[in-house]
């Protein structure tokens, strides 16, 4: 069984540009939700993805945006990136619907913006 | 949302017992209580989930009264690969958003 994995492990970017994070599920799971973590702080929830589409989202900005694709892996768009962007930004996925629903993250992908 | 409280550190000594206790007075009667388990620049490691009474697995215990108001956390023989946040979380089971607090830094010494 493959865990969750993310790509890339560390990114650099300056204010202004876009970035584009990502995320391979576990297998069998259909459902990927992603946080963001700012250092010294617990994970706060920037949206969910279920079969491709939106299934419910934090109290983050339009310029956040995700895909889910049909093999239910995922990615996490940031647009105009600001200095408080930076931080460990985690995807987890689970099993909607299944016997149980735990989310299981991935190791993350640290982005710092300058 | 069900607010969950819980100290913000702890230290022991490697070989004891730690028990993290976390208070949740609002939880609704379909959430679990499920634990994660984090090392620094890693994500959330998951613990453990229990509704009721008593969940054992190879990891940890979790203990849960009668009320569900509280729970605890409970590692045996703690090593110092056990230094990490540990958070409590209380949802229900499927849902959408996990709600993480500041967790429980969690200190091992030799």
């Known amino acids: 069984e493959t865990g969750v994995t993310q790509s890339p492990t560390h990114l650099i970017k300056t204010r202004g540009q876009q970035v584009t994070l990502r995320c391979s599920s576990q297998?069998?799971?259909?459902?990927v939700s992603w946080y963001q973590q700012a250092l010294g702080q617990g994970p706060q929830f920037i949206f969910q993805y279920y079969r491709e589409e939106e299934n419910g989202r934090g109290n983050f900005p339009p310029r956040f945006s995700g895909l889910q694709f049909p093999n239910y892996s995922s990615e996490l768009n940031v647009n105009a990136l600001e200095l408080d962007d930076s931080a460990l930004y985690l995807c987890a996925s689970s099993l909607l619907g299944g016997s149980t629903d735990t989310q299981y993250f991935g190791p993350g992908t640290r982005l710092t913006v300058l | 949302l069900a607010k969950t409280t819980q100290p913000i550190s702890m230290d022991s000594y490697e070989g004891q017992e730690v028990n993290i206790t976390c208070s949740h007075n609002?939880?609704?009667?379909?959430?679990?209580i499920t634990w994660y388990q984090q090392f620094p620049s890693q994500g959330p490691r998951f613990i453990i989930q229990?509704?009721?009474t008593k969940v054992t697995n190879e990891v940890a215990s979790l203990f849960i009264p009668a009320d569900r108001k509280s729970s605890t956390l409970s590692l045996p023989r703690v090593s110092l690969s056990d230094t990490a946040v540990y958070y409590c979380l209380v949802d229900l089971t499927g849902r959408r958003a996990l709600t993480f607090g500041s967790g429980t830094r969690l200190q091992v010494q030799p």
């Open positions: 297998s069998g799971h259909n459902t």
């Open positions: 229990g509704y009721k």
């Open positions: 609002n939880i609704a009667t379909n959430d679990y």
